[in-house]
């Protein structure tokens, strides 16, 4: 008895809830499940399994009936094994945030790095971009997670989400002149200027080598 009260205790002072039913891999960020999932899980749950022994982490972002929709730790094409899911904010061993690599602005020198973390229905992200040379603006970088569609803001607003910081040749640092924002339904964020002008390859500075800027901001999912 004593024993079972431990497991049990165990089970709940971790945070985490063990999984009862089997889940199985369906791509890198997708997992079958059985039937009646929206009545478990929601987004901004947590969860961790083992496949072919190695433990993985991550976020469920999206709940169907037999379908989760995660963002975190790549899955792979094994067996899952000691699967759980948790509701708490900091379940043990839970490493929070998870790297990504965004895509977008120019097709060469530069280099995106990006990690985030999603708390409740809110996702943090903390960016950064390394200039190796002079730019041709493509796209906006990526998001982790789209941006949810009942956020207020859309493409006609000025939504202010977050700040960022940039260096010029590594010698001027600019602080709080480069805002960024993100719209409703959102897969990229945006970047203005103090005078509201885009992100480009001359603005806010005509970008070279050894320039960089980083930001952090955060919106719904």
């Known amino acids: 008895m004593g024993q079972t009260k431990l497991k049990r205790k165990q089970f709940y002072d971790d945070g985490w809830t063990p999984v009862t039913d089997t889940w199985a891999y369906a791509s890198a960020t997708t997992i079958t499940v059985p039937s009646g999932a929206a009545l478990i899980y ?3 749950d947590k969860f961790k399994l ?3 022994s190695v433990v993985l982490q991550g976020y469920i972002i999206t709940v169907a009936d037999t379908l989760l929709t995660v963002v975190g730790d790549a899955l792979t094409s094994h067996t899952f094994t000691a699967t759980y899911y948790s509701k708490a904010a900091t379940p043990l061993g839970f490493k929070h945030w998870f790297t990504y690599t965004p895509t977008g602005i120019a097709a060469t020198n530069v280099t995106l790095f990006g990690r985030f973390c999603i708390v409740n229905k809110v996702c943090y992200v903390d960016f950064r971009c390394l200039f190796a040379g002079g730019i041709t603006f493509t796209t906006y970088p990526t998001l982790p997670v ?7 803001f859309t493409e006609t607003d000025v939504s202010i989400s977050g700040v960022a910081a940039y260096a010029d040749a590594g010698t001027a640092y600019i602080f709080n002149n480069l805002y960024v924002t993100v719209v409703a339904s959102g ?3 945006k ?8 992100f480009g390859a001359t603005i806010p500075i005509t970008w070279a080598i050894d320039d960089w800027f980083q930001a952090h901001f955060y919106y719904n999912i």
């Open 187 to 189: 897969t990229t964020f």
């Open 42 to 44: 929601s987004i901004g």
């Open 191 to 198: 970047l203005l200027n103090a005078i509201g002008a885009s």
């Open 146 to 152: 789209t941006a949810s569609a009942d956020m207020i």
């Open 50 to 52: 083992t496949a072919n």
